[in-house]
């Protein structure tokens, strides 16, 4: 057993909660989607939770952040209602987007959530103008954004680092890399020497990190968010993690090497952190942690279960209001 | 009034709205040295480089920087340089500036002004000339504008800025030093509606951008042999003047449509069908349209000629269409 600080017991846990709540989420998902209540599929990020948790907890509120098609967990991270994201996922007129955006689509503008992206690479972009937009209005907040190890063989990729770092924006870039590009691992298809290596190239403060950890990715995180915040120009965290599920509810992942995958199994972020907590004897209050998140869950899901649906008229509405449809 | 050409009105159109709202700046390839063509010469002296964005050759990021931009609460405007260059950021466009208001249900507004200088110049070639705006009109959630002379561009490009939706603004770049009267004050000229060229009652012409200036001449000699032609400069594409359009035809019976673009499938489909179904045992003639043909810009001057659709064929569109 090691002693540690209160303050270090409460971030723990606070990490482990954010974790609990974006695994529960995404698994009460998945069941309600293969029973029919959730329309169209999922990309969830059961395995990858310790990297949306560990860089949200270095972000405030008004930090803007972007996100990918597998976005769930950095909605949550960022601080978006458990209950408005169940209902958008069930096509709810109370969901975040009022039903018109689903899980691809999720966003959560009030809490600086500046929405997934259907897109791979297409959230890059918009980070960094984002920053450029908050430059010109004098704002201190940062913007981070998250993007697969997919997206950095897309053009954006390269055009969106050059640009903040051209411009020295204080973007925080976060390759959450899952080892897969949908059904392709990505090592069979990048040359080089990996993300890091692109934002080195570009003179970008990176460093690489086990996204598995999330202690270590809250700590690199913190780090550069600190530089960010003194006007250090741009950074980079290649966060290595694993996707332990198919790329959607139906890929069953055939492809997958599965050797590696039961080895990845026992390096489950959740897992790891539960072992650290309980050697740092804290496994009451995981225990009382596990309870309120399961609350929550229920009530999100109670919550989406119990919404209307929205009006029919409104797949016209918020289209444009010059010219919008007739 | 006073009499500016059109790169001048729409360099003092953007900075009379860059010193009215401090939220709105302008990003681009060479804007710090004015811009491709002149339209930003000296903004930067004035509002600095925060404000005047001189970008990296880097199409979809510069679009993107748009968006972001307008969803960190800023007005952006944003330079392609060329019409054809906006294809680099394609994706940008149709899947992420024109939906994000709509998928995030609400949540997004997205003020940006999208400037595409557009069309033929003398041996542009190819990928330097093309006319899509019928793509653009084509994708719910974008505002089209497409004006021609001075004033127009200078009142459009205000209310584009101040447009709450995303705006396709289509700039004429074959006449960018033609010149025309230019209110004193405040110009904004409203979305929507067209401009009346000349009323008349024998046939609707109806057009845009550059092509209005060439309608315009044919008009001018189709009046002077006798034929009192209505020329409508339609300026917004989406929404489109409906109205005018149809009331006009009403009145003349006859309509010509005349672009630049590709006549297939070019906004002159859009304008003939829509009145096939409203004018009903109202017209003399059927409608006519005239735009390129189905082929890519070419080179060569004889070639260019050939291709592109001329004073002379929009006259002798409108003889054939008012013969007995």
Redesign the interface.
Known sequence: MTAIGQNERIRALALLRTMLRIRRFEEVAEIAQRAGEIPGTLHLSIGQEAVAAGVCSALERTD?I?STHRGHGHSIAKGASLVAMMAELFGRAS???????GSM?I????VGM??A???VG?G??????????????G?NAI?ACFFGDGAVNR??FL??L??AA??RLPVLFVCEDNGFAAFTETARVTAGAGPAARAEALDIQNVVVDGNDVIAVADAASAMVERLRRKAGPAFIHAQTYRLRGHTIADQGAYRDAETHSRQELRDPILLMRQRLTDWNLSEDMQKLQLQVEDDISAALAGARAAVFPAPESAL???????A?A | MTTQTVLEAVRDGLAEEMRRDATVWAVGEDLHVGGLYGQYRDLISEFGPDRIVASPISEAMIVSAGLGGALAGTRPVVEMRIADFALSAIDELINQIAKARFMFGGQARVPVVVRLPQGMVTGSAAQHSQSLESWYVHVPGLVVLAPSTAADCKGLLKSAIRCEDPVIFIEPRAIWQSTGEIPECDHCVPIGEARLVREGGDVTVVTWSAMASVAHKAMEACVHSGTDVELLDLRSLWPWDTGAVLASVRKTGRLLVVHEAVQVCGLGAEIVATVAENVDGELRRPPRRLGAPRAPVPFSPPLETAYRVTQQNIEQAIREMVAA
């Open positions: 803007l972007t969901g975040t987007c009022k039903g018109k955006g689509h966003a959560d503008f009030s500046l929405g992206n259907g897109v297409g890059l972009g918009i980070a960094v103008g984002a920053a450029q937009g908050l430059r010109v209005r704002s913007t053009g954006p055009e969106s050059n640009w051209t411009f509405a918020e289209v444009q209001d010059i010219g449809p």
